[in-house]
């Protein structure tokens, strides 16, 4: 088409950085990644909130903060799609900024509103980790937004932690001298091995969803979630118990001793008025 011709003359007057490989092979690859340029500054992201729940109470006990992208053509685009194309071209470091911001801001208006919406969790990208100066952005952001860091948790996944284990080490402990949160998203499904638990200064791990989703079917998968809830515990960790669909998922991990969790059986991600009213609320269900 004229519209796929013009993004192509275009992409070729930028500079050779601006577009990737990928996309110089593959058609619909440029168009997503010209559209993802444009979309911080027309206003096409949003923020969704998933509730931590307390499942001894039913109450939220904080938030997943969960990027969404609505296209004026292509509709809602999921994070899974995207966020790769944003880490491969840079615009992740903007967007996971503005992300970031967002969330900071938001969880101190639901505070200055007199809610209580808990932890607000924030996903990093491996290439906002690998920053340098991560450290040093998220305490400037926490100044500008007057976030108590207290209220935040960066989740991170155990490849990026296992990238540059110094490296990661000073910016973790840096921000936890600081009083911010670290969560390990995903937790059992790297390669890492479990002795790094010892070196990073980690409050909160997350059970990856595909052990929670087979927990009913697997004895493999429920032997390794109990597994992660009893270290958890010995090592005087959180742990939260991810994509819970079923009554069923909610009671074996509870029996295994998981008193937080997350899920459609709580709660999708939705937006920011939906969480406020949740939070009025009180609890779930
Ligand atoms: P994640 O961090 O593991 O987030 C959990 C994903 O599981 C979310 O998908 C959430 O909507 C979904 N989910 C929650 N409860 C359930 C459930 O009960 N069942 C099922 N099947 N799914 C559930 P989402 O929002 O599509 O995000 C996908 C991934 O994209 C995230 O995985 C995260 O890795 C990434 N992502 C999302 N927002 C951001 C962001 O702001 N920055 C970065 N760097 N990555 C993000
Ligand atoms: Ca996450
Ligand atoms: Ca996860
Ligand atoms: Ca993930």
């Known amino acids: 088409t004229s519209a796929l011709r013009r993004a192509k003359g275009r992409g070729r007057n930028m500079h050779l950085a601006y577009v990737s490989a990928a996309a ?37 006990v904080g938030a997943e903060a969960l990027l969404r992208w609505h296209h004026p053509h292509m509709g809602m685009i999921s994070p899974a799609r995207f966020i790769p194309v944003a880490e491969e071209t840079g615009l992740i470091e903007s967007i996971g900024e503005w992300v970031l911001r967002a969330a900071c801001e938001q969880n101190r208006l639901w505070r200055e509103s007199g809610l209580m919406p808990g ?67 995903d937790f059992g499904t790297g390669y890492s091995g479990l002795s790094y638990l010892k070196r990073f200064p980690i409050d909160t791990l997350k059970i990856d969803q595909s052990f929670v989703r087979e927990i009913t079917s697997d004895p493999a998968s429920a032997a390794i979630a109990d597994a992660i809830i009893a270290m958890a515990q010995r090592l005087n960790l959180d742990v939260i118990a991810e994509g819970v669909e079923t009554p069923e998922q909610c009671r074996l991990l509870r029996e295994s001793g998981c008193r937080y969790m997350q899920g459609y059986l709580f709660a999708r991600p939705v937006p920011t008025e939906d969480l406020t009213k949740l939070l009025r609320v009180g609890h779930v269900g």
């Open 119 to 185: 932890r607000i969790g924030v996903n990093l990208s491996a290439r906002q980790f690998r920053h340098a100066d991560l450290a040093l952005r998220v305490v400037q952001l926490l100044k500008e937004t007057g976030l108590d860091p207290q209220h935040l948790e960066l989740e991170l996944t155990e490849s990026m932690l296992m990238e540059d284990v110094d490296t990661a080490v000073a910016t973790m402990t840096c921000l936890k001298n600081y009083g911010v949160s670290i969560a390990v998203d």
């Open 24 to 60: 110089n092979r593959d058609p619909e690859r440029l168009a997503l990644e010209l559209a993802l340029r444009g979309a911080l500054k027309h206003g096409e992201f949003s923020v969704h909130y998933q509730p931590r729940i307390d499942v001894d109470s039913g109450a939220p």
